[in-house]
T-cell receptor, first 117, second 114 residues
Framework: GENVEQHPSTLSVQEGDSAVIKCTYS??????FPWYKQELGKRPQLIIDIRSNVGEKKDQRIAVTLNKTAKHFSLHITETQPEDSAVYFCAASNVNAGGTSYGKLTFGQGTILTVHP | EAGVTQFPSHSVIEKGQTVTLRCDPISGHDNLYWYRRVMGKEIKFLLH????????ESGMPNNRFLAERTGGTYSTLKVQPAELEDSGVYFCASSHLRTGGTQYFGPGTRLLVL
């Protein structure tokens, strides 16, 4: 089955700095890679996702890159703010070719991001 | 649009007791997933319903866990009898069949087995 490794487990940055979280996956059939942000005591919220036919996707201060050959993908947060502090999870899944939602998410271990003012 | 809801938000029970968790997915979402996060570890898949049918239950730990989704709407996850290692946060997620995988999570049920 799929295995997702996420690093680092904790990340501390100063406000305004950039933060990068990296994940690797094992199953070459995985083709959908979402990132979730979970604030303390709240539900995981999807912040960005990328599919295997795209190498990079950006949404304001957040970007995700995907290297299918190396089987790794990364989350980049620029100009970090204290409200970015949370646990971030990467995940991998296999969505079938018809676009029909299918299949479980396999999560990484999570990264605790702390942004110091 | 209302999000995924779960009940109860917290549950504290003793070893050997039974607990039933409920999940109401987003209206119209045929896919419903259960996940669990044990303290400090990753979120792990338990099972996946498509409408009322179990599509994948490969993550269910053992036969003390029983999930149902009668009528293809809400789902329940029953743990009977509960053991100490069942403690954790149980999340439910749902997705539409045609949104290509985007899963929306509920707030979770925090289960503590003493």
């Amino acid at each position: 089955g799929e295995n997702v490794e996420q690093h680092p487990s904790t990340l501390s940055v100063q406000e305004g700095d950039s933060a990068v979280i990296k994940c690797t996956y094992s199953d070459s059939a995985s083709n959908y890679f979402p990132w979730y942000k979970q604030e303390l005591g709240k539900r995981p919220q999807l912040i960005i996702d990328i599919r295997s036919n795209v190498g990079e996707k950006k949404d304001q201060r957040i970007a995700v890159t995907l290297n299918k050959t190396a089987k790794h993908f990364s989350l980049h947060i620029t100009e970090t703010q204290p409200e970015d502090s949370a646990v971030y999870f990467c995940a991998a899944s296999n969505v079938n070719a018809g676009g029909t939602s299918y299949g479980k998410l396999t999560f990484g271990q999570g990264t605790i991001l702390t942004v110091h003012p | 649009e209302a999000g995924v809801t779960q009940f109860p938000s917290h549950s504290v029970i003793e070893k050997g007791q039974t607990v039933t968790l409920r999940c109401d997915p987003i209206s119209g979402h045929d896919n419903l997933y259960w996940y669990r996060r044990v303290m400090g570890k990753e979120i792990k898949f338990l099972l996946h319903f498509v409408k009322e049918s179990k599509q994948d239950e490969s993550g269910m730990p053992n036969n003390r866990f029983l999930a149902e989704r009668t009528g293809g709407t809400y789902s329940t996850l029953k743990v009977q009898p509960a053991e100490l290692e069942d403690s954790g946060v149980y999340f439910c997620a749902s997705s539409h069949l045609r949104t290509g995988g985007t899963q929306y999570f509920g707030p979770g049920t925090r289960l503590l087995v003493l």
